[in-house]
Every structure is written in structure tokens, then in C-alpha cells.
């Protein structure tokens, strides 16, 4: 009531009206200052965004001019580059040119010099030699091939008389003669297989050959493998193969007479030839018997070989690892394939005790307690194989180089083991003894199989045999003793 009538009082209803006014124009004021901040704020943002704008675009014009200022230094660096290869290149070319001309025009004077040297008549002390080849002594080669050197020392170094030596030369001539070059003057046929000869006479080091013949000693490793490669492929069809069939009775008549067998064809033995440890299948190469004797630890490759009633290699398997028993070894040969065939129908080969009975190998009685007529018949088979033995003494006590371990590689190994076959066996043939010096003791295990008899028909053979051997007054009496 009382407010209402302050309102309509004349005074207070200006002096409300005047504070109303006053208000208004405050909110219109503080209005306007918002709008007024708000447009300088938007403004600064707007000023803020063209300034971030134009450091954009400076930003991108200086990566751009950098980026183009980087590839024209790298286009000029590998112009660069290339520049310096062409001349390094055209300097190689100079340089190569300059030592061509350089050898054409030594070979010119040398040449030169030796047709003046020869025009003129003067004698000259040797071959001529090039001055980058290394000048190595061989006056003991030339001593033992000169025509006066004695029958006697070559064959003492050669393990052959020069006869012999001259045919092996004459039947490999074709094979490892090399032509001359430019270069140097090639070895000659009689130097290459003295070489090859003597180191598998020897069994010494390659340094000590390429002293003797005056060689380096990558040349006579590689004539020494080269000669024997041509003895396997030229000589050892000729020298060492199956006999023919008029050639297996004159054999059957000569064994029989050695042993009153009858129908025996050769005489069987597998010997070991010591190595170095292999890197892979070490312990298949391992030898445990020889280890045992020796007490030093073997390994070793098997060579079985059948010769005939002279001491002559017929057959040979070679490079089966040094832990196989001497059946084993038969098994996984030619001459076990050849058998099987039939091709050895008939006929009989005698081996040892490491041998099975088959129906064509003989071989002993191993049980304990024989018969005498078991004994009498080991007595001859043992004969016969004392054949073989004899065989394999002469080739390791002929061939130095299969009594101690050897440099050769172990897949070149079989390649030089059949050359010393074939060259035992040319030396047997032409009746080339063996120096009693050189005599070798062979000691070889012979392990009895586990299964010594294959067939009933051959254990009935080999009875027969033996029964006649002692009542036909064939078998001998030592083993009474």
C-alpha cells in the first residue's frame, strides 16, 4: 500500500524513472563493450591467422628452394663422379695399353736376340728362360734322365728299370704331352711321369718333389693328378681287367698246382691305407683296430683286390671307409654284383677269414676244434691266400706313398690308389723285383663274419675239398705239429 503510493507520488515517480533511464543506458553501454571486445578479439584471431598463413608459405618457399638446391648438388656430384671414372677408366686403359706394348716389345727383343744368338752360332748353356719364371734347380732330374745315369740307382728312385719307365712314357705321351706357349716352354712327357712316379715311389712331400725336379709345387700336385687320371684311363684297361677265358685256365691249372684246389681263379685280400681325418663322416673312416694296436687314433680306406697266381691285380675296389669288416666292403664291390650275375659260375676265388662262404669265394673253417681234415684244408686255402698278401706287401712296399698318411684329398684318393695298381701290376708283369730293402710288413685285422656261410651247396663243396686235399695225400702236415 505504501509502495504503491511512493510510485504515484510526483517525485519519486521521476526519480524512478530517471534510475529505469540510467539502467537502460548502463546495459546498452556494457552491451556495446562486449560487442566491442568481442570484434577486437575476433580481428587479433583473424590477424593472427593471415601472420600464421604467410609463415606457411615462407615455410614451403625455403623447403622448396633447399629440396632444388639439394638435388642440383647431388646431380653435380655425380657428374662429378662420373667425370673421374672415365678418366680413371681411360688412365687404366692408357696404362694397360702402355704394358701390352711394353711385352710385345720384350718378346720382340727376346726373340730378336735369340735369332741373332742363333745366327751367329753360339752355343748356348740351356733353355732359355723368361725373366718372371722363377729359376729353379733341376740338375738331379737331368742327372737321372741322362743316358748314362746306371740302370741301377733309377730303379732304386723309380722303383722300375728305365725300360719300363720309357714304356709307360710311350703309352701316356698322347695323353699328358702339352704343346709350348708364348709363355714358358711346356714339362716334358718323361719329367711329368717321373714326377708322378717318384712321389708315389717316395710318398714325400710336394715341397721335396718340386726341389728334385725343379717345379713349383702347385705344378706337381697338378702333374701328379693329371698322370695318374691318364694311367686310370689308358693303362688300366690294358694292365689291369678280368682275364680272358683262355687266360682263367692257364690260372686254374697254376693254382692248383700251388694248392691241388681245383678250379680256383684268384686269391681275394682287402688291406687298409691310413689318412688324414676326414672332414665329413669322420667316424665312418674311423679304423678301431688299427687305433687299438697302434694306440693312436686311425682312420682309413679300403683297397680289396683279386690277383692272380703271380701277384697281378685282376680286380680292385677302392675308397670304402676304413670301419667296414672285409665282408662288407666285398658286398658293396663290382666283383659281388658281377657274382650275383652268375659271371663266376664255376669257378671258386679263395679268401681269408674275413670272407664268407659263398658259392664262388672259399673261404676257411673258423669254428674251434676243426678236424684234421678241416685243418688240412685251411693249410692249402692259406697258401693261396698268402698269394694276395704277398701281392699287397710288394704294392705298399713298391709304392711308399700307401704306408703313412697321405696329402691327397680324399675324393682325388682312389684315382691315385688304382695308378698304383696298374703300376704294380705293369712291374709284376715285365718281372720287375723288388729291392729287399723296400720288403713291407703288412699287418691287416681280419674280422670273421657274422654270418660266415651263405649257402649249403658251398659248405657241401668246400667239405668234398677238403676231404679229398687229406685222402689224396695233398694236404701237408704241419698242422700235426
Known amino acids: 500500500m505504501i509502495q504503491n503510493k511512493l510510485l504515484h507520488h510526483p517525485k519519486r515517480r521521476k526519480t524512478a524513472t530517471t534510475i529505469s533511464a540510467a539502467a537502460d543506458q548502463m546495459k546498452t553501454k556494457g552491451l556495446s563493450d562486449i560487442i566491442t571486445s568481442l570484434i577486437l578479439f575476433d580481428d587479433q584471431e583473424k590477424h593472427e591467422f593471415d601472420e600464421l598463413h604467410e609463415e606457411k608459405l615462407q615455410f614451403e618457399q625455403n623447403h622448396t628452394k633447399k629440396r632444388r638446391a639439394m638435388a642440383d648438388f647431388y646431380s653435380d656430384l655425380h657428374s662429378s663422379h662420373e667425370d673421374s671414372n672415365q678418366i680413371e677408366a681411360a688412365r687404366h686403359r692408357k696404362a694397360k695399353a702402355a704394358t701390352i706394348s711394353a711385352a710385345a716389345l720384350a718378346c720382340a727383343a727376346a726373340e730378336q736376340q735369340q735369332h741373332d744368338a742363333s745366327t751367329e752360332k753360339a752355343t748356348a748353356p740351356g733353355p732359355q728362360r723368361r725373366l718372371w719364371v722363377k729359376n ?3 740338375d738331379w732330374w737331368d742327372q737321372c734322365s741322362s743316358p748314362d745315369f746306371p740302370d741301377s740307382e733309377f730303379k732304386k728312385a723309380f722303383r722300375m728299370g728305365k725300360k719300363t719307365f720309357d714304356l709307360i712314357c710311350s703309352e701316356l705321351s698322347s695323353v699328358v704331352a702339352k704343346e709350348n706357349t708364348m709363355l714358358r716352354d711346356a714339362v716334358p712327357v718323361r719329367q711329368r711321369v717321373a714326377v708322378c712316379i717318384w712321389r708315389l715311389a717316395t710318398g714325400e712331400p710336394l715341397r721335396l718333389v718340386s726341389k728334385k725336379f725343379g717345379l713349383g709345387i702347385s705344378t706337381c700336385h697338378k702333374l ?11 693303362l688300366m684297361p690294358k ?6 677265358e683262355s687266360d682263367l685256365v692257364k690260372m686254374k691249372h697254376e693254382f692248383e698246382s700251388i694248392s691241388a684246389i681245383p678250379n680256383v681263379v684268384g686269391a681275394m685280400y682287402t688291406t687298409h691305407i691310413p689318412i688324414i681325418a676326414p672332414k665329413i663322416s669322420v667316424a665312418a673312416y674311423f679304423n678301431r683296430r688299427h687305433t687299438e694296436r697302434n694306440q693312436k687314433t686311425s682312420y682309413s680306406i679300403t683297397v680289396q683286390g683279386v690277383v692272380d697266381h703271380r701277384g697281378v691285380f685282376s680286380d680292385v675296389c677302392i675308397g670304402y671307409p676304413g670301419s667296414m669288416a672285409d665282408d662288407q666292403v666285398l658286398e658293396k664291390s ?8 652268375g659271371f663266376y659260375q664255376g669257378s671258386w676265388i679263395m679268401g681269408g677269414a674275413g670272407y664268407p662262404l659263398t658259392d664262388w669265394v672259399l673261404a676257411p673253417y673258423t669254428q674251434q676244434n676243426l678236424t ?10 692259406g697258401e693261396v691266400s698268402g698269394v694276395a698278401r704277398g701281392a ?6 713298391r709304392w711308399g706313398c700307401l704306408q703313412k698318411r697321405t696329402e691327397v684329398k680324399l675324393q682325388d684318393l682312389p684315382v691315385v690308389l688304382g695308378a698304383c695298381c696298374v703300376l704294380h701290376n705293369i712291374c709284376e708283369m715285365r718281372g720287375e723285383s723288388l729291392d729287399p730293402e ?3 710288413e703288412l699287418v691287416d685285422d681280419e674280422m670273421v663274419p657274422e654270418i660266415g656261410i651263405r649257402s649249403a651247396a658251398a659248405m657241401k663243396a668246400r667239405d668234398a675239398i677238403a676231404h679229398n686235399l687229406l685222402h689224396h695225400n695233398h694236404a701237408g702236415t704241419s698242422f700235426l705239429s
Do not use: D, M
Open 239 to 244: 694292365y689291369l681287367r678280368w682275364p680272358e
Open 224 to 234: 701328379v693328378l693329371e698322370v695318374c687320371s691318364a694311367i686310370r684311363n689308358v
Open 334 to 341: 663290382t666283383l659281388f654284383q658281377r657274382a650275383n650275375a
Open 372 to 381: 684234421w681234415t678241416q685243418h688240412a684244408f685251411n693249410e692249402k686255402i
Open 392 to 397: 699287397f706287401a710288394r704294392l705298399k712296399g
Open 136 to 138: 729353379r734347380s733341376k
Open 438 to 440: 723296400l720288403e713291407f
